[in-house]
């Protein structure tokens, strides 16, 4: 496709309408866009896995949060006025609120909302720090570290349940992951 937009340009221009110099848009005819090199992409394939992993985990909280809300939408039985809660009310009205909904809908909705956001929440020191420490200090141990804080954060919606303590179970060691990771990168730049 592009080799046939370049002729087109390329073309146009011997014919002599104005044209915009193709090297701009399309690049001088390099056959890889890529930075890094082979060896570097292995240097750093470590921290790329990680990251694809919290990505995955990422959006599986992301989905369940809608779908806690759809489960809900779809088994809870309508209300005194015959009526079943709209997605709306689940999503973001006070359906589920202390006084509408039972304990079950509050805890599923919280439940989804509260695993989703916190991961989020998380998402911006967790990804710098495990970056900054893979490049500036150690990639082998940002990678290890990024393993546990996923398999510690995949513990926050079986834990959050039970409430506290048990939320720290979850909560505690992946601020530690994070704040360790920050700590390394920064000291290998003092």
Known sequence: MWNRARAALEEARIMGVPTI???TWFGAGTAS??????AQVAAVAPLVRVTAAYIVMYYSFCFFQSWSKLYLRRTLPP?????????????????????????????????????FLNTLEQAPPFLVSLWACGLLADVELAAF????YIFFRCLYPIV???????????????YNLIWYMLFRAVVACA
């Open 21 to 23: 110099n193709t090297s």
């Open 33 to 38: 866009a890529a930075v890094l090199t082979p």
């Open 79 to 115: 209300n005194a006025d015959g009526k079943k809660p709209t997605l709306v009310q689940l999503k973001y009205g006070a359906y589920g609120s202390k006084n509408n909904g039972s304990p079950r809908t509050r805890t599923l909705r919280l439940l989804g909302d509260r695993t």
């Open 145 to 148: 570290c990024g393993k546990g």
């Open 160 to 174: 959050f349940r039970k409430g506290m303590p048990w939320l720290l179970l979850s909560t505690v060691p992946c």
